[in-house]
Nanobody, 128 residues
């Protein structure tokens, strides 16, 4: 089972940027779908973005399209989430998740149950 560690969270003013990292260990990275999710206080965890590492296909929630970019560095077993033009509504704990050989990624990536491995989360706070 792959282990995931997130980093890069912090406090930023509205309009600012942060880059989150998700580093995987314990498994070959190439066949995985890596997703980013977030959970704000009192809200359900929601899908933000996903990358299919093998072919580089990416997916985004409508709320972050044009502001967030997901990418991977396969040599480092790391997936990044570049977050620009951050808004107070982006405040949440951000989690990365991984699943090998996920079927039907375009429809499955937003579902929590599609992932077998999760990181511990990193806090992102955007002040107005």
């Amino acid at each position: 089972e792959v282990q995931l560690v997130e980093s890069g969270g912090g406090l930023v003013q509205a309009g600012g940027s942060l880059r989150l990292s998700c580093t995987a260990s314990g498994a070959t990275f190439d066949d995985y779908a890596i997703g980013w999710f977030r959970q704000a206080p009192g809200k359900e965890r929601e899908g933000v973005s996903c990358i299919s590492v093998s072919d580089g296909d990416t997916y985004y929630a409508d709320s972050v399209k044009g502001r967030f970019t997901i990418s991977s560095d396969n040599a480092k077993n790391t997936v990044y989430l570049q977050m620009n033009n951050l808004k107070p509504d982006d405040t949440a704990v951000y989690y990365c998740a991984a699943e090998a050989n996920m079927p039907s990624i375009p429809t499955m990536w937003v579902q929590l149950k599609a992932y077998g491995s999760w990181g511990q989360g990193t806090q992102v706070t955007v002040s107005s």
